[in-house]
């Protein structure tokens, strides 16, 4: 067991998986220059890992001294969670608002699994416990990269798995079970890192009938297993190392591929679930407590950057004092710190799921996070791209600007405010450009649970009954229900008359 | 020293104060419905300090063993931030969504001049901090009942207070000094509960210049002094009692009056700033810190009833499994949740200020809390309505609902959902139909600081550095500048033979 | 056949109608101050009738020279529409914002039951064109007040006419035939202007099923007919006459009865459509397509009320020069104007029914309208309350401010900008306070159509494969659709080599 | 006098114009794939005017039966407007939401000209409409490419033209003037099309004080003049007939040049305004008045484009029933729909300037329609990214797709629905994530005036007093001042006893 460096963990992935991007075939996670780009997401948790300013955040000890890293580690306490958000928090802002990669989402299906195994270990006998903790155990001794699977393809949105009509993969399935293990079939969309992981947790997507018993099934294996393939997408970005022009997509990598399972074999020691589908709801329920806690914790790094892309916008235009201007701003600085008030609380007020005695953060407060910020994400654009002005799409390139025949006209129109530097002023104009494209958009209303599963998130967390007492204690509804906080209270209005005796 | 009885409390209101409602002067606080209507506001803090159950949450002791009521007390933990908090809730739950009157606002002036006067003592050697305590002591003594005055009637709102036109007393003002004490001239406006005050704590509502010095006023008197003259609003209700038509507002009780000082006396140890124009600011927003918090807290009970005024409509209408009315329902438990979050975020992380050594709810989050719900409330309503139909206006009033001729009628046409029983129904489009009103509206926008107020309390509060420093690391921006959060972060991107080696 | 003046209006009421406002029984339309109150918006159209200067706006003559009111014609170009909404406009903008009675709602459901009847006599034989003739001589010959009653009171909102549970009448069925006529049984909801009606002409709100036969029905009856019963609503206001404190609701008159059938006789010649389901929707939508004009009309006049309190309050506060309030008043500005606009255009651009060859303004272009309008309405309150400041609900009474002890003093400290005296100040004040109320609010996303019907609407008429086409073009989808828009296009892009031999 | 064929269009661009793209020098408009993108928008004018079926849409005949293009003539109706508008949008259908370049700004700057220049000689005696006469005759001759100048690079926005600091080159100005012409130095943002023109006519950006005399200048020129560099953007893309990909974007062409002038000398009769600042603020909002009637017109086809593109994922999803997402898509609808209508609007209801006897659009009507689809343009993109999904930006490439090996699987798991080809999916998803892009949102906010601009505008051309009239009505305010909208109506409230006399 130990904490591995970037090389260690670089020669880990070198297992021959299969990789295709732009139309090619690789085997090595290098090989071209977007698997490259996406790689960094993963090497940089390994990069910090091996600082020591960072050990006391990111290294914990096993009972026999043997070092790992937090993210594994059950969490148990409110100090934990908060660990958890500092830790995905200073990754993100590493980053320039992206999330690391190895570190959060496979583990918060660890932390799903961990809780449900106890649950169904309880309720329905089964020892899938045990399982869980040997996978830790693996996890921990390789200092895994772990990504997690979970958005099936689906198909026609409207049919559930079993009901798929053109064929019956749309979602990933038992094709086969022996007693040494599983055969699963199906492919799996938007998978973060997937292609960088030593191991792929898979979870059930949504609840399940009994119809659709083929889908509870949940593993872990290694993307490099025979029959897999890992399919990228484009990306918007070609230009490798061009800070200059894309200071934050050249530093994105989109990671999210297809992973397609054509009869993989999992051996039985690493299935988690395998056709008990009332467990199926259960386990990705508790996976999004987990998960919407890295969104909420990272996503308050990107919009640390756009607020203040847009701050320096206003004064490098010399706008800063202008009245409209400064509103468009107070609105952008309550957006950024109304996120990150709401994800922090989430992780201060942590809820014991009463079966599995395991802590998460608040559902409902982590919900309204992620609600709010991918509500208001498309709002907050506007105003900082109306801040920035239309040379957010006409400004030159790098390569205009530092051409000798016209840089010096570069320097001189391109100015703004006097005393700020014309370089400073092109690097933010850039900055914003870069950051109102595709796929922050996109990712911030989809990633983590799309606005309608925050929709459904709260209807299912929050106490509902709360708000109907409220409204029926004033309206005077006396229809026999109660609830604690609202049938304690004294009568009111009461006569003056019975007030004052 | 002691807790009183709510009549004790009304007794004391017996000191000839002079009141305006509806044209006519009174001297009995009792003496018109509007006037009873909101003394109910500042009578339930009496009435609930008598009861057994509250004990443990309103009383609190003094080193003599003798009790008083906990909001008197400086806070000095989260702990007792978040008991003021849930006092707050309590109350306001009581009473469908608003605030009390006799507990809140006032004892917010008396912590902000708590710590303003150790501020001024320390810096510029004045023993205000006795007088703030002999205050403390005076109010815990008659268990007083304390209003507030801040909002200055403020003229021209582009002109500072010392440069107004037709008059300049739109602020209130020293117009005269001696040994004994000052006098002051001027009228506050929307002075809640003012009227049914034991005193009123009036601290200057902005920064000043030195031009502005006699404004720079700060004073503690009773309502009931020689040259007041307490003038209340219209008021939107009439029908003392009838809570079947107007479940919230016949509870409501405009309170807001105008209060005017027409050669008031103030005797020296109950002033606490006069003249020292640099703590006007200060003592504002230290006031603002507190009072914000109130906000954040009531508010919430009457989110709580908005939310549940539409659950319940859905339901009766038999709606509540329409997807449409599902996703403005979540929308709006979203509101109520992530109101509820920031408010008592802000109360869990409190900050200690340096000088004073005052303990104060965060003002960051406190700001959050109330600029979302104030800036999304209109959007609350729509939505409330847009469920409920326009039955809200055409509902027929409870005299016709009980017309032995028509009753039957009404209870076959205006019944809903089967097994509703149709009273719940009308009851239920009653309370959004009087929660629709004016009031609510206004006072949430304008209350305890307009949008307004809110935009540049963040701006001046907020650290705004950071937000530059993110994007400064983002866009390659190098002046100089640093930001702890982010000067420490490893440097990123890293080549790849770099981080391999 | 002739115009009425209005006293022969009001002697027309006299039948002895059965009405209920407050729990008390009427006989007499202005019995009771909210009944007068109401019925000014009915009277008004007669008024003006009078007036030398609407001559040429109002009557237009028949064959025979005899005047009638130019809402009865069927209106035959574009010219004809523009002069409905004159009409409207001229009539709300001298209410106040208010549309006015008699002359509007009631002519829509003639020129639906016109344009229907001629359907069907065409498609299934009937010969309800004849009758329809007949009531238009009719309402002509009497120059009638005429409401319009669609809104069935509906139950549980889930479930079909014919599958309710406590009772089959939540919506008006007929309940016996003869050859004579029908006997009718059902209540209707929010019906404008009813009690002061000479005729309801009651119309199916909804496309029905076969089912639901019992329910596709329409005819015309008196108010005063046998078996009617006319429940008031209550209204916010009281005080008659009092249009200082309440400028816009002293004015308004809450018209929106509950009309009661119970085994209402009509004969034969006043029934318009009784069974043939089919024909429920394609009237109801007839409807829409002209009554959606009055709301566009007359609604305009409201929001310019709104938008000019605001401006009057930005000056009267000396802030009309602050950038960020000139900002919120562009916005005003623009809802107002945009909200004008669309309905104009709407007129402007009529179409033609192809098969009863009538002319009714462009629904899609009604529809923008309704839906702009009042979707942003709640926005539009939120900023005219954020502008006027908290005083909108705390301002006294006029009788307060007539009181000569207090006067002078609110005189002094309700001034806002020199130069403006306080009265105005007030009274704008007054306005931003009276328009704010529940009232407008639901009206102006329920009354003619809520924002779900609005919706239902725009996908039935507007021409979704336009859409469709213009993605396909770009996308280069090609499944054998076509569209004239996009069908005819040249191709592109062309090779240059193409472009430029 | 003709109209040129592409070909000739071409070879007129061959004049040594002095172009830097990418960092590289070109003095051929082909040279280089991102020239190529954005030339396109230029040659499509001239391939379309050669086709038949457009003749008569475009092609107009001087007095001696000389064709030319329609653009160059005065509008004199609103059937011109109209027709300008159909013109602009069948270019816009045909580049997939694009504007067209050669035929429609430079115009509508020839158009202001034309009005301003009539306005100028009758006010101060110049005879500047003999010149913009001259240049109209020549732009036909040649059947010119016509850019516009406008958008000076402005330095620090909070100063004047003449108050800058670093330098005084920030806005265009004359720097030396002789009998024969003039010398004007400075540099140009955002001027599309400005690489493919055969003249850039150059206007004021904004209103000019006398101080900032040397800036009140408007000339036309031909961008291969001495003394001219053309700088273009980079572009997002770099594919160049990547049409699977990039639908829209490979079609799309930044065209957004910064024009610098060093030392230009402009002849005598180029020259159409120099020192006359009066006039700079008067020819800015002439220009807009036309110019923002383009964007009201092709924006449309972009919105159709977008929500199309919504349709289609909808149904391709098998989400087309779903009611939260019918209810989306309604928005989209009246989005599109509503900015058709206004811009529409605005052609149909042409004013005349009372000086110059000049036709244009109805200016508050389009800018209504421009900031209505500007301040909405994000709103619409979360609502079609939200139907997306996340597979948005997941999605692979085209030559993933065509790859035989991973063909077939990427059709089994990137379908949606049952009957729709997969391609056709991964086509619709191709365009929604294209459309996202930066210069879409930067471009509608900004292009043809910001939303500030807008502002501007329709507080400058609304008629603010009718609405102060509105509410003064209603508040009972009366100061004298009259509106003939509101002055003639009757007296309302009358007394019943008056009314019925």
Redesign the interface.
């Known amino acids: 067991m130990a904490i591995r460096t ?2 260690e963990y ?1 020669e880990s992935l070198k297992d021959g998986r299969t990789i ?6 690789y085997h090595d996670v ?1 090989g071209h220059p977007l698997l ?1 780009l996406a ?2 997401r993963c ?2 948790d390994y ?2 890992a091996q ?1 020591p ?1 960072y050990k006391d955040l990111l290294i914990e000890r096993d009972d026999n001294g043997e070092p790992y890293h937090f993210t594994l580690k059950p969490p148990t306490s409110a100090a934990d969670l908060l660990r958890r958000r500092d830790i995905e928090q ?1 990754a993100a ?5 992206k999330a690391s990669g190895s570190k959060h989402t496979g583990p918060d299906g660890l932390h799903a699994l961990t809780a449900t195994s106890r649950l169904m270990d309880k309720e329905i006998g089964t020892s899938y416990s045990e399982r869980v903790e040997l996978l830790r155990k693996e996890l921990k001794r390789i200092d895994a990269a772990i990504a997690l699977g979970m ?1 099936d ?1 689906k ?5 559930r798995p079993s009901k798929q ?3 019956k ?2 979602y990933v399935r038992v094709v086969d079970k022996s007693n040494d293990g599983i055969v699963v079939d199906g ?1 799996l ?2 998978i973060s890192h997937g292609t960088f992981a030593n191991y792929i947790i898979v979870l059930p997507c949504r609840a399940m009938t009994e119809e659709d018993e083929d889908y509870a099934v949940s593993f872990a294996v290694s993307p490099g297993e025979k029959g897999i ?1 890992l ?4 990306g ?1 970005y ?1 230009e490798e ?1 061009n ?3 894309f ?2 997509s ?2 994105l990598g ?1 990671s ?3 992973v ?1 399972f ?1 009869n993989v074999f999992i051996p039985r020691e690493r299935v988690f679930l395998c056709g008990e589908w009332q467990f199926a709801g259960p386990t990705a329920y508790m996976f999004a407590n987990f998960h919407r806690q890295d969104a909420d914790a990272y996503k308050v ?1 990107l919009l ?6 847009a ?2 916008m206003a004064e490098y ?3 800063e ?4 201007i ?2 468009k ?3 952008l ?2 957006y ?3 996120a990150e ?2 994800g ?3 992780a ?2 942590p809820v014991t799921d009463p079966v599995s005695g395991y802590i998460y953060p608040d559902s ?2 982590s ?2 996070a992620k ?2 910020y991918a509500d208001n ?3 907050a ?2 105003l900082i ?2 801040i ?13 600007y ?2 000798p ?2 840089h010096q ?2 320097e ?7 005393g700020i ?1 014309t370089e ?1 002023r092109i ?2 104009i ?2 914003v ?2 950051l ?4 922050e ?3 911030t ?3 983590e649970g ?3 599963a ?3 998130a ?2 299912r967390v ?1 106490d ?1 009954n ?12 006396q ?1 026999g229900t109660e609830h604690p ?2 049938s ?3 009568k ?3 006569p ?1 008359k019975d ?3």
């Open positions: 970037p090389k670089l295709y991007v732009q139309g090619q075939k290098t490259r790689l960094e090497l940089v990069v910090m600082e300013r200073t802002r590493t980053l320039g608002g958005t393809v198909g026609d949105r409207s049919l009509k053109q064929h993969d749309f492919a969309a938007h393939k399919i990228h997408p484009r918007d070609f190392g800070y200059f022009d200071p934050h050249a530093r989109y999210d591929c297809i397609v054509d790094a640390e950057t756009m607020v203040g892309a701050l320096l235009n010399g706008l004092k202008d009245n409209i400064q509103e701003l107070s609105w600085v309550f950024a710190e109304t008030t709401l922090r609380a989430a201060q007020n409902i407060m919900n309204c609600f709010y994400y498309h709002q654009l506007k791209q109306d920035t002005g239309g040379i957010a799409v006409t400004i030159p390139s790098a390569k205009d530092l051409n025949e016209i006209i570069l001189k129109y391109l100015a703004g405010k006097d530097p400073h690097r933010a850039k900055l450009s870069d109102s494209g595709t796929y958009q996109v990712a209303i989809h990633a799309s606005l309608g925050q929709r459904l709260i209807h929050a509902l709360k708000y109907r007492a409220a409204a029926k204690r004033v309206a005077g509804i229809d906080l609202y304690q209270l004294i009111w209005p009461q003056l007030i004052i005796k």
